[in-house]
C-alpha cells in the first residue's frame, strides 16, 4: 500500500497535479461531502475525567484551527482522550506499586528478624510486587500503542503532518534566472 492521496486542499496549493480538472473537483466535492458540517462533542465519560477532558480541549482547538473537528471524528477523539486518561492512571498507580514495592523491601532486615514472615513468604511477596509492576507496564505500553495508531491516523505525530503539507516549487536554476533576465530560452 503506497502513501495516501493528498487532500484537495493541498493540491491546489501546491498548484500543479497529474489529475484533471474535472477528477480535481471530483476530489473537492467527495471530501466536502464526508465533513458533516456538525462540531466534535465531548462524551460525558471524557467530560468527566480530568485528564481526558484536558486531553479533548487541547486536541479539539487544534482540530478546529486546521478545520477539522467534525463530529465524523468524534467516536476516535473521545476514545484516544479516555486512552490517555487510562494510561496516566496506570503509570500513576505503578508508582504508587513501585514505591510500597522499595517501602517494603527496605523493611527486609526487620521483618526477617522479627519473624513477622519467613524467607519464603518475605521473597513470594516481593514477586508479587514485582509481577504487579510487569503487568501494570504491559497495560501501559498496550495503551501508548493503540494512542500511537490513533495519533498516526489523525494527523497527531510529525510524520502525518508532513504528508499533509505540500511540497514547495522548486526555485528556478541559475540558468534559467539568466535566461529570464535576458529574455531567452
Known amino acids: ?30 471530501e466536502e461531502a464526508l465533513a458533516s458540517g456538525i462540531p466534535l462533542r465531548e462524551r460525558n465519560e471524557v467530560k468527566n475525567n480530568e485528564y481526558a477532558h484536558k486531553e479533548f480541549v487541547k486536541v ?4 478546529k484551527k486546521i478545520g477539522k473537528n467534525d463530529a465524523l471524528f468524534e467516536n476516535v477523539i ?17 508508582e504508587k506499586f513501585y514505591d510500597r ?25 516481593i514477586h508479587g510486587f ?20 490513533i495519533e498516526k491516523e489523525n494527523i497527531m505525530t510529525i510524520n502525518t503532518v508532513m504528508r499533509s503539507i505540500p511540497k514547495k516549487e522548486a526555485a528556478p536554476s541559475e540558468d534559467e534566472d539568466i535566461r529570464s533576465i535576458l529574455g531567452s530560452n
Open 60 to 63: 479539539n482547538k487544534f482540530l
Open 101 to 125: 514495592f522499595k517501602q517494603f523491601e527496605a523493611l527486609e532486615q526487620s521483618i526477617l528478624m522479627n519473624e513477622e514472615m519467613t524467607r519464603a513468604e518475605f521473597y513470594k511477596t
Open 130 to 149: 514485582e509481577s504487579q509492576i510487569m503487568s501494570l507496564d504491559k497495560q501501559v505500553m498496550a495503551k501508548r500503542k493503540m494512542l500511537l495508531d
Open 1 to 30: 500500500m503506497g502513501r495516501p492521496s493528498k487532500p484537495f486542499k493541498v493540491i491546489q496549493t501546491e498548484g500543479r497535479s497529474h489529475r484533471t480538472k474535472a477528477e480535481l473537483e471530483h476530489r473537492r466535492k467527495e
Open 78 to 94: 473521545n476514545r484516544y482522550c479516555l486512552l490517555l486518561a487510562e494510561c496516566i492512571e496506570f503509570e500513576e498507580m505503578r
